[in-house]
C-alpha cells in the first residue's frame, strides 16, 4: 500500500469547512483512498474511499487531485464533535484487507 | 454504535499472566480484524480471519494468538503478558467482498502491571 503523509495537526473554527490534505504520490492505479477518523480513543470509524472521482456522502466529501498523487477531506460544516485523528489510507482494491494506519491529522475544532 | 461488540471493557493483569479478549462481529459479517493502539507505536494491524481461516498476519507476535469460531465470533488470546503489551485493541469486522468499511468496536483496553 502507498505510503500517505498528512500533517499532524490542525485547528478549525466551528461551523466552518475543515480541509484535511494527505499526499499519496507513489500510489498506484488499483488503490483507492480511504478515510477513517479516531474520536478520542473509540474505535476508527469509517468517514469515505475514492478511486479518482469525487465522492460525496452525509458526513463529508473527498477530492482527489487529478494526478491522483493527494486528495483533501472536506467535513462542510465542523462541529466540536468533528474533533478526532483523522486518517488517509491507500489500499488496494475493493477487498477489505489490512488497514496500514498512519499518524493521522489531530483536528482540533473550536468554538 | 457500530455493531461489533468486544469483552471485556477494562482488564488489568499482572506480567507474565494470559488473557483472552472476545470479539463479536455484526450480524452476517464474515472477516474480523484484530488491531493494537500502543502510545508509542499508533494503530497496528494484528491479524485478519475470514470465514475461521486466517488470511493475513501482520506485526502479531508469537506470545499472541487467535482464532474465529464457526460462530463468527474471535478471540485474541494474549500470553506471558509484558509491561509494553498494555494498550487498547480494536476487533473490526467486515462483510462479503467487495466491502469498504471496516467496523470497528468500542475496544478493550488491557494494562499489564
Known amino acids: 500500500d502507498a505510503k500517505t503523509t498528512q500533517p499532524t495537526s490542525m485547528d478549525c473554527a466551528e461551523g466552518r469547512a475543515a480541509n484535511l490534505p494527505c499526499n499519496h504520490s507513489t500510489i498506484s492505479g488499483n488503490e483507492y483512498v480511504y478515510w477513517y477518523r479516531q474520536i478520542h480513543s473509540q474505535g476508527p470509524q469509517y468517514i469515505i474511499h475514492?478511486?479518482?472521482n469525487n465522492e460525496t456522502n452525509e458526513m463529508a466529501s473527498l477530492i482527489i487531485t487529478e494526478d491522483r498523487k493527494s486528495s483533501t477531506l472536506i467535513l462542510p460544516h465542523a462541529t466540536l464533535r468533528d474533533t478526532a485523528v483523522y486518517y488517509c489510507i491507500a489500499k488496494i482494491g475493493t477487498n477489505t484487507g489490512k488497514l496500514i494506519f498512519g499518524q493521522g491529522t489531530t483536528l482540533q475544532v473550536k468554538p | 454504535d457500530s455493531g461489533v461488540t468486544q469483552t471485556p471493557k477494562h482488564l488489568i493483569t499482572a506480567t507474565g499472566q494470559r488473557v483472552t479478549l472476545r470479539c463479536s462481529p455484526r450480524?452476517?459479517?464474515?472477516?474480523v480484524y484484530w488491531y493494537q493502539q500502543s502510545l508509542d507505536q499508533g494503530l497496528q494491524f494484528l491479524i485478519h480471519?475470514?470465514?475461521?481461516?486466517?488470511?493475513a498476519k501482520g506485526n502479531i507476535l508469537e506470545r499472541f494468538s487467535a482464532q474465529q469460531f464457526p460462530d463468527l465470533h474471535s478471540e485474541l488470546n494474549l500470553s506471558s503478558l509484558e509491561l509494553g503489551d498494555s494498550a487498547l485493541y480494536f476487533c473490526a469486522s467486515s462483510g462479503r467482498d467487495p466491502s469498504y468499511e471496516q467496523y470497528f468496536g468500542p475496544g478493550t483496553r488491557l494494562t499489564v502491571t
Open positions: 480471519y475470514y470465514n475461521g481461516e486466517e488470511r
Open positions: 450480524s452476517g459479517d464474515l472477516s
Open positions: 475514492g478511486l479518482k
